[in-house]
């Protein structure tokens, strides 16, 4: 009669059709190992992602083979502060309104004033709330002190709520590259070069070893974990041994097109770019983020051995993802802050018990602002009314499932009358549109035949209907745009359908001036 009972209630459980995580046999809720990554792109290899040859990245290789990757994943906003405000919230940059740098004080924006944040929702459904190193905006001392997370949502924090980040050793400072070349003062964070010490005075290391104690330690309720990596922002500052991983000789510079941004937004960094070329740097920056890349990866190992060592792997999710893409020298861009793929697209994994398939993947197109209706699912909880996003479980069992287009925005600044603004991009599974109100530009690119979206094609002939159409998907979630069907300010239109930018200056013949501003 026993077995009987048993061979019953496993046929149940293995039938079981439900979202929720099945709870540990003392009635928890599944645990969540939250992993944030700082600044991280789309060149991590694995056996779906295909990224950067050469690059080594087996541990994110290792977490995919135990999660579900999602290859098109979209950031809110490809910056920092309001790309996390909105992971956080839930709220869409668009609704908040904290699409740039504004508002550091995100919660005196009327949008924000009375949401829960992620560890605000677990805490008050019963998770002990643990956090460490950077997930909300902040940066590492001896920069900055401070930061963007509440107190109230934690029961702790690594090293402390004020100081989130422990302190960043830097390079010597011989090795900061860009002020030993240039006679114009540049921001010393923005530099590369090996650090001559072990890897156990580097923050993420710290982090990571505050994290696995507490995987080590015993738990009476269940735990939202939230452990923030700093790398690989800027500096790429790393122990020796992960520049040795690749050899400034085999380095390959990245695909680029000459004056690429002739039929486009001209972002105004380009003179960091020339400052790159003109100084022969381009191969020691690539090699530099290649390095502190695998220096992320080992520290996401140390973290998975300590979660493998854990009591709770069975009944643990984690989820990791990045806030924004970067730039590498595409489209003469060092940075983030485009509304373009290598500013947008992040890797993003989830890693299910009993419910992702291990090493599974899907490239449909989807949003880091679905990571909270997610979870909330997840854990057998309605989801927020203000949450913007949608769950992806659906996507867990069918990997065709119809998302919705992923929208992202960002502030910029109109060249015209230098006043601040916010553009928008729509991104289907075969196309990216972008449109820039002040100006009228529109951009249009086919990732079928363009994924390095070197060619606009928004204004060619017989692209009408898809405009339109890509026009009305934008308005289904930013209401208010309006159009015009004029040609574009600062452009010309060609008659085989070619934008192109008046008085565009190639890149040679930039001046040098100071490229942050």
Known sequence: MKNTFLIIFLLYL???????????????KPNVLFIAVDDLNDWINTNA????????????????????????CEVPSPACAPSRVAIMTGVHPVKSGITGWRHPEWRKVPALQKVETIEQFFKARGYITLGGGKIYHTLAPPRYIGNQSEARGWDF??????????????????????NNVTEIPQPDYFSWGPIPLEE??????????????????????????AVGLTKPHDPWEVPQKYFDLYPIDSIRDVE????????????????????????????????????????????????????????????????LWSDHGMHMGEKENWEKFTLWERSLRAPLFFMVPGITEAGSSTHVPIG???????????????TPSYCDGESLVPMFKDKAFNHK???????????????????????????????????GLEELYDHEIDKNEWNNIAYKPGNNKLIIDLRGLLLQQVPNLTWSNNVPKGYKLLEDGTIQKLNYIPLEYLKQIKWWL
């Open 256 to 319: 680029i097109k000459k004056n690429d941004l002739t039929d486009a937004w001209n972002h105004g960094r380009r003179p960091l770019d020339k400052f790159i070329v003109d100084n022969k740097q381009t191969k020691k920056v690539i090699q530099a983020y290649m390095a502190t890349i695998s220096f992320t990866d080992a520290m996401l190992g140390r973290l998975l051995d300590g979660f493998e060592k854990s009591l709770y792997k069975n009944n643990t999710i984690i989820v």
């Open 405 to 439: 287009p992923v929208l992202s925005t960002y502030e910029l600044k109109d060249s015209i009358n230098d006043k601040p603004y916010d553009a928008y991009t729509i991104r289907t599974e075969r196309y990216r549109y972008i449109y820039y109100p002040p100006s």
């Open 368 to 382: 880091t602002i679905d990571i909270f209706p997610t979870l909330a699912e997840l854990i057998g909880e309605k």
């Open 200 to 225: 156990k005075y580097m923050a993420d290391y710290q982090i990571v070893d505050w994290a696995n104690y507490e995987l080590s330690q015993p738990h009476d309720k269940p735990f939202f974990l």
């Open 49 to 72: 992602w295909t990224g950067r040859p050469g690059i080594k990245t087996p541990n994110f290789k290792r977490l995919a083979e135990m999660s579900m990757s999602f290859i098109n």
């Open 14 to 28: 293995a039938c079981s059709g439900s979202s929720q995580v099945d709870s540990n046999a003392n009635g928890k």
């Open 157 to 178: 924090y690594f090293p402390s709520a004020q100081i989130p980040i422990p302190y960043q050793v830097r390079a010597p400072k011989e090795s900061i590259t860009i």
